[in-house]
């Protein structure tokens, strides 16, 4: 078991600026694997990135990449040249032998 | 390649009926995950399944919930005797092996009358 915190409920950028969503974890496992999902209002959830415990590279796709610090146990997300499309709940998730999320981070892209 | 499906997208039930939520993985996905979404909250794990199998019902109320994932067919998580307190967004995952990265479908909104 594990926990995710996610200690930021509402974010706010604005458009063609840079944010970062903050995304603590405590895991006593050595295997895990963390995700950072996007909840726009149509409640569908889309996965942005995936980070492998292993791995010491931190996961890039696009605009959206992630700082991982394994001591500290935090998992930040950066989205960079924001979009109003990038309008969301965001929801940090950690996995090792069951998958938990976060309390989500409200990101708001003002025009 | 179809996503995750679910259905129906919403559902309206009134106290003490059943509801049958049903959930489709993506093609090749043997492993599915159903989570409970509260207004304003994250998610919750319920249960995970494989095929013909529970392999871990802790997120699962003891009472009146129940999921099944049969060889042929889609997987169902149904509630008994529904209560308003299980007016929620409830999302299905799949993958294809246990620690994969999961896939999840459009949710079914519940609402309970």
């Known amino acids: 078991a594990q926990t995710v915190t996610q200690s930021q409920p509402e974010m706010s950028v604005q458009e063609a600026e840079t944010v970062t969503l903050s995304c603590t974890y405590d895991?006593?496992?050595?295997?895990?694997?963390l995700f950072w999902y996007k909840q726009p209002p149509s409640r569908q959830m889309i996965l942005v990135i995936r980070?492998?415990?292993?791995?010491?590279q931190n996961a890039t796709e696009n605009r959206f990449s992630v700082n991982f610090q394994k001591a500290a146990k935090s998992f930040s997300l950066k989205i960079s040249d924001s979009q109003l499309g990038d309008a969301a709940m965001y929801f940090c998730?950690?996995?090792?032998?069951?998958?938990?999320f976060g309390a989500g981070t409200r990101l708001t892209v003002k025009p | 390649n179809a996503g995750v499906m679910q259905n129906p997208r919403h559902l309206v039930r009134r106290r003490g009926q059943e509801a049958r939520l049903r959930c489709s993985p993506m093609?090749?996905?043997?492993?599915v995950y159903w989570y409970r979404q509260l207004p304003e909250e994250g998610l919750k794990f319920m249960v995970y399944?494989?095929?013909?199998?529970?392999?871990?019902e802790s997120g699962m109320p003891k009472e009146r919930f129940s999921a099944e994932f049969p060889k042929e067919g889609p997987s169902i998580l149904r509630i008994q005797q529904v209560v308003r307190g299980d007016s929620a967004a409830y999302f299905c995952?799949?993958?294809?092996?246990?620690?994969?990265?999961?896939?999840f479908g459009p949710g079914t909104r519940l609402t309970v009358l």
């Open positions: 995952a799949s993958s294809r092996w246990a620690g994969d990265t999961q896939y």
């Open positions: 895991t006593s496992e050595s295997d895990y694997y």
């Open positions: 980070q492998e415990a292993y791995k010491q």
């Open positions: 998730a950690g996995r090792d032998n069951d998958m938990r």
């Open positions: 093609k090749g996905h043997s492993h």
């Open positions: 399944l494989q095929k013909e199998n529970i392999i871990d």
